[in-house]
């Protein structure tokens, strides 16, 4: 339902008036990417004009001529149906690839033992931050610009590509370091392997870009499904034939080698020797606010993995990684589907603040709606919904998971405030905020620690709260954003969550839990009557945001499909 809801906003937000002046017909999305190939300077058949061939936003390809004129060469009108179409296929891509790793998570986690994932939170820790520089470097700033051109295209390849070869040396320079702090002669085998995806992002991120920029979420929905399955089979082949943490070492890196290869023949986008230090200059600017941001959101994000890896032992962090990761997925499922649509769509209707302001709105109230019912479910639920996916051997995540899961609500509806800094232009306060944060969460973490895991969860939850207010009064000034319209998203979900956490504990604690054949005589009917009494409090709380949907179904079901 929330893509759904996502289609009724964001169509009149999107649909923006076709614009005046010179409109020549709409082009195949194979056309579009030909047109991406066309050397800069060059005297194509296609071009009068001595000036550079530019690629517009979301495919519109612009000849700039002499005279000022502009020839667009899709109306921005297509923009919203398209951005649709986006959300639809990121949908199925975020929701079929986290089930199926859900589901390969609970059988990982019956065939290893904790101290795998342990040892497997450290590798992906250290690689998840390494890969900012090169997913968040020069080709975010593809994504963002209204316009580019050849040679930013191909500078911006050969350039992250350089940074992700330097990047794997430097982590295998450094694995006697990681060697000293967490006393894991294991890890002198795995970090190698298991950094390997960070040329293959460097081999990824540039073409995903160009797809991203053109809303052509349908070849990376692909590409990424592909990889998942395919790393999926691996890392159960593995587990299975007793390959113990290299199941899981194995997962990501055939993921990544995989959704490269498809993502390569999907894009239609081949690089050529053009480098440009010009070009490489004029984009700096942005990328690097953007990627120090980045840096330092997955350094607060994974810190806390690090120390307590080094402070404890991996068994402890496998409970706390295992517990974390559950929440992650839910994270991804309920906010990061719309994350992909988000910045695109949210720059190109940057300059009209009225429906700048009613798309934030919207990305919000679907976010949290999904993500505070997901979030019910496994606090309410916690103990029963372990046992059934993981087994008996992971009942000391249930409270860690219940202690984080109020800083993952809050993060359902946080997740977009980059994104509308970012397409404000405004990258100096998100880093600003992300460095205010880290620094919090290092002193939190640092008072906690001695008081064992659990305290350290709760402190993690603790700090996302308490500098929520900073974070209001920080969007309100860069992106003048009403706060008390912003607030008011939150009153149905919250509400219907703490009805749905509520009705799972006490369930949980009657008889009834201890029923013969639990899990279809009591999980799956408890499960499913939570779920409806959520949906009756969001019925009974925004009947009028219902009702919007409702409407916006019957507008569907009218509407003639249009291709994206």
Same mark, same amino acid.
């Given at each position: 339902m929330d893509i759904l809801f996502f289609y009724w906003r964001f169509q009149p937000i999107l649909d923006i008036e076709r614009e005046s002046g010179r409109t020549v017909s709409h082009h195949s999305g194979r056309s579009r990417s030909r047109r991406c190939d066309v050397e800069v300077g060059s005297d194509d058949r296609r071009s009068t004009s001595s000036e550079p061939l530019r690629i517009g936003a979301c495919g519109r390809t612009a000849l700039h001529h002499a005279d000022g004129g502009t020839m667009t060469a899709s109306s921005n009108q297509d923009v919203g149906r398209r951005a649709v179409s986006g959300a639809a296929w990121v949908a199925l891509e975020k929701w079929a690839s986290r089930l199926l790793s859900l589901v390969v998570f609970g059988i990982l986690a019956r065939l290893l033992a904790p101290e795998d994932f342990g040892l497997m939170a450290i590798c992906v820790s250290v690689s998840t931050i390494l890969q900012i520089f090169v997913q968040y470097g020069l080709a975010q700033v593809l994504v963002q610009r209204r316009e580019l051109d050849d040679r930013e295209i191909h500078t911006a390849f050969w350039s992250g590509l350089a940074v992700s070869l330097l990047l794997y040396g430097l982590l295998c320079a450094s694995i006697p370091l990681f060697l000293l702090i967490y006393d894991e002669p294991m890890l002198a085998s795995i970090l190698p392997i298991a950094g390997l995806v960070l040329p293959l992002a460097g081999l990824a991120s540039v073409p995903a870009a160009l797809l991203e920029r053109d809303l052509r979420f349908r070849p990376l929905a692909v590409r990424q499904l592909s990889g998942v399955v395919v790393g999926s089979s691996v890392a159960v082949t593995v587990a299975v034939l007793g390959g113990g943490v290299w199941a899981l070492v194995l997962q990501p890196v055939v993921t990544a080698g995989v959704a490269v290869v498809v993502l390569w023949i999907a894009g239609r986008w081949w690089p050529r020797l053009v480098f440009s230090r010009r070009a490489l200059r004029g984009m700096l600017g942005f990328s690097v606010l953007v990627v120090a941001t980045e840096l330092v959101g997955s350094i607060n994000f994974n810190i806390d993995k690090f120390v307590v890896g080094a402070y404890f032992d991996p068994t402890v962090l496998g409970y706390y990684f295992m517990a974390q990761r559950l929440l992650t997925l839910v994270l991804e499922? @309920?906010?990061?589907?719309?994350?992909? !649509?988000?910045?695109?769509?949210?720059?190109?209707?940057?300059?009209?603040?009225?429906?700048?302001?009613?798309?934030?709105?919207?990305?919000?109230?679907?976010?949290?709606?999904?993500?505070?019912?997901?979030?019910?479910?496994?606090?309410?639920?916690?103990?029963?919904?372990?046992?059934?996916?993981?087994?008996?051997?992971?009942?000391?995540?249930?409270?860690?998971? =219940?202690?984080?899961?109020?800083?993952?609500?809050?993060?359902?509806?946080?997740?977009?405030?980059?994104?509308?800094?970012? =397409?404000?232009?405004?990258? @100096?306060?998100?880093?600003?905020?992300?460095?205010?944060?880290?620094?919090?969460?290092?002193?939190?973490? @640092?008072?906690?620690?001695?008081?064992?895991?659990?305290?350290?969860?709760?402190?993690?939850?603790?700090?996302?709260?308490?500098?929520?207010? !900073?974070?209001?009064?920080?969007?309100?000034?860069?992106?003048?954003?009403?706060?008390?319209?912003?607030?008011?998203?939150?009153?149905?979900?919250?509400?219907?969550?703490? !009805?749905?956490?509520?009705?799972?504990? =006490?369930?949980?604690?009657?008889?009834?839990?201890?029923?013969?054949?639990?899990?279809?005589?009591?999980?799956?009917?408890?499960?499913?009557?939570?779920?409806?009494?959520?949906?009756?409090?969001?019925?009974?709380?925004?009947?009028?945001?219902?009702?919007?949907i409702q409407s916006m179904l019957k507008r569907m079901y009218r509407r003639t499909p249009v291709p994206a």
């Open positions: 499922v @309920a906010s990061a589907v719309l994350d992909k !649509v988000s910045l695109s769509a949210l720059s190109r209707v940057q300059d009209d603040h009225q429906r700048f302001q009613r798309f934030f709105f919207a990305l919000t109230f679907v976010s949290t709606t999904l993500g505070f019912a997901l979030y019910g479910v496994l606090v309410g639920f916690g103990d029963p919904l372990t046992r059934l996916v993981f087994g008996p051997g992971w009942h000391d995540t249930v409270l860690i998971a =219940a202690l984080l899961a109020p800083m993952f609500m809050l993060g359902t509806a946080t997740y977009f405030d980059k994104n509308v800094m970012i =397409a404000r232009g405004r990258p @100096a306060a998100t880093l600003g905020l992300a460095v205010v944060t880290l620094l919090l969460g290092l002193v939190i973490l @640092a008072v906690t620690l001695p008081w064992g895991i659990l305290a350290v969860a709760a402190g993690r939850s603790f700090r996302q709260f308490a500098f929520w207010p !900073v974070r209001l009064y920080v969007i309100r000034r860069t992106a003048n954003i009403d706060i008390r319209v912003y607030l008011a998203q939150f009153l149905a979900p919250t509400v219907a969550v703490l !009805v749905l956490a509520g009705f799972g504990f =006490a369930v949980t604690a009657s008889p009834w839990a201890d029923a013969p054949l639990s899990v279809l005589t009591f999980v799956i009917p408890a499960v499913l009557l939570g779920v409806a009494l959520y949906a009756g409090v969001i019925w009974l709380v925004a009947r009028r945001r219902v009702r919007e």
